[in-house]
């Protein structure tokens, strides 16, 4: 159940990804575009005009044009966006994005002169080192946009991710219904067989066991549109259906069930008590001379069905109910079923679901 419900919402946490188109949050792009400016700035400082002295207003002026190429290249990746989605049309959204950035580098460096003096006080008057400071602001541009493209391949890796897990998911649950489809059947199959056993002797019997089984194929029925069923819930019905079989057997089986009350809410999968027994019943003698005893309880973290081995000499068995069983597990919990046997007794623990 677990296992299910982490994909579900990792696949939910994944589609939101792909929807949100924007880079980042505002107040996160902010920040970033205030590194830029300050990064830049103290390079260019540093590096080229070591020996003038800045004004604020330049720094200003290259948060202002930082500002304003990054959001508008950020805007025009988002418009063409629904036509031009990355895990479709990578060629085409590439080329696009570096069109547009380098024709809005060189519209802002055509602009930058006759803006700047707006702005800017102590221009720098030499031409070649005003060049020089122009190219590592196209330089921190283009890593912009390289920055731009790495996102949006992350977000197309993200794409296929989604679509993978909801194709693994839907194999699962579709694995799982298929399993559990396998159980009615078998179940069904099992206890006609009782019934048609009874009427042949005590028709009485057979009418007090048909209404046991409606009651519990009811049960049945009620829990198969659910992967998981509550420990109480099925301690419930294991006792109206072992009523069926101690109905047949008499004093040739009993069952005991010590499981303490703190445990009852966690769950597991349907009918795994039923198979557990029914396994039992089937492939051990149950008579009044040599009765079947049945203990289910806890062992640590595992609950547990243990009988005392008395092996009929010849039982036809298909396995269907412990392979179920195991599969059924593994997609909910990546644990089985575990045998532990000697020449005295049989048992097998199975992992419950928090």
């Avoid at 959204?93 to 700047?116: A, D, K, N, Q």
């Avoid at 196209?138 to 731009?148: D, H, K």
């Amino acid at each position: 159940m677990r296992k299910l419900k982490n994909i579900d919402d990792k696949c939910k946490h994944w589609r939101k990804l792909h929807k949100d188109s924007t880079f980042v949050s505002f107040r996160k792009r902010l920040v970033f575009v205030l590194l830029m400016a300050s990064s830049f700035y103290y390079i260019v400082h540093e590096l080229i005009l070591k020996e003038k002295h800045l004004h604020w207003t330049g720094y200003l002026f290259s948060l202002f044009m930082f500002f304003i190429f990054t959001e508008t290249v950020l805007l025009f990746d988002r418009l063409i966006a629904k036509r031009y989605p990355w895990h479709t049309e990578v060629k085409k959204r590439t080329l696009l994005l570096l069109s547009f950035s380098l024709g809005w580098m060189i519209f802002m460096e055509r602009i930058v002169p006759h803006v700047e003096p707006i702005f800017v006080v102590n221009l720098i008057d030499d031409p070649e080192t005003h060049n020089l400071a122009l190219a590592f602001g196209i330089l921190y541009m283009i890593i912009y946009v390289i920055l731009i493209i790495a996102h949006n391949f992350h977000k197309s890796l993200e794409y296929f991710m989604v679509e993978n897990e909801k194709l693994k998911q839907d194999k699962i649950l579709t694995d799982y219904k298929a399993l559990q489809d396998q159980v009615n059947p078998h179940f069904l199959f099992n206890n006609l067989s009782t019934l048609i056993a009874i009427i042949r002797t005590d028709k009485d019997k057979a009418i007090t066991f048909a209404e046991n089984f409606t009651d519990v194929y009811r049960y049945l029925l009620i829990g198969a549109g659910h992967a998981a069923i509550p420990l109480k819930d099925e301690l419930k019905f294991l006792n109206a259906y072992t009523t069926l079989h101690i109905a047949r057997i008499g004093e040739g089986l009993k069952v005991h069930v010590d499981v303490p009350d703190e445990v009852q809410n966690k769950r597991l999968p349907h009918l795994s008590l039923q198979v557990l027994v029914e396994n039992a019943i089937k492939h051990n003698i149950t008579s009044r001379s040599k009765p079947l005893s049945i203990h289910i309880g806890m062992d640590g973290q595992k609950l547990f069905v243990k009988n005392n081995k008395q092996i009929k000499e010849s039982t036809y068995s298909t396995k269907t109910g412990l392979s179920n069983l195991g599969k059924r597990l593994k997609i909910l919990t990546d644990e089985e079923y575990k045998i532990i046997e000697d020449d005295h007794f049989f048992k097998v623990e199975i992992p419950l679901i928090d």
